[in-house]
């Protein structure tokens, strides 16, 4: 499967934005998925994580409250709705297939099939 996200810009202290993980070949439904970002200087960290059925759904702390993850399977994207941004949320924004099963999936070693992320940029 490749995966490709799109959605991300330049948006205010407060903004919104909705991002996009499309995916083509394999079988999206049968996948779960997870939103991944990596900041200048910092290593990839997670975001959120979301399981092949969409009624599963865990988020960072750093993040709950503000973003919500989903998918439309019948249209192979899964989203990450993205409120309430604060300039710290500036980060390269990637998704992934969770490629190991054991574990919490919350670390980038769990995953794989890592699409081109898309920038967000938070203005102060």
């Known amino acids: 499967v490749q995966l490709q996200a799109s959605g991300g810009g330049l948006v205010q202290n407060g903004g919104s934005l909705r991002l996009s993980c499309a995916a083509s070949?394999?079988?999206?439904?049968?996948?779960?998925m997870g939103w991944f970002r990596q900041a200048p200087g910092l290593e990839r960290e997670f975001v959120a994580r979301?399981?092949?059925?969409?009624?599963?759904?865990n988020y960072a702390d750093s993040v709950k409250g503000r973003f919500t993850i989903s998918r439309d399977n019948s249209q192979n994207t899964m989203y990450l709705q993205m409120n309430s941004l604060k300039p710290e949320d500036t980060a390269v924004y990637s998704c992934?297939?969770?490629?190991?099963?054991?574990?919490?999936?919350?670390?980038?070693?769990?995953?794989?099939?890592w699409g081109q992320g898309t920038q967000v940029t938070v203005s102060s």
């Open positions: 979301i399981n092949s059925g969409g009624t599963r759904r």
């Open positions: 070949g394999g079988t999206f439904s049968t996948y779960d």
């Open positions: 992934a297939v969770r490629t190991r099963s054991r574990g919490l999936g919350e670390t980038r070693d769990e995953y794989g099939n």
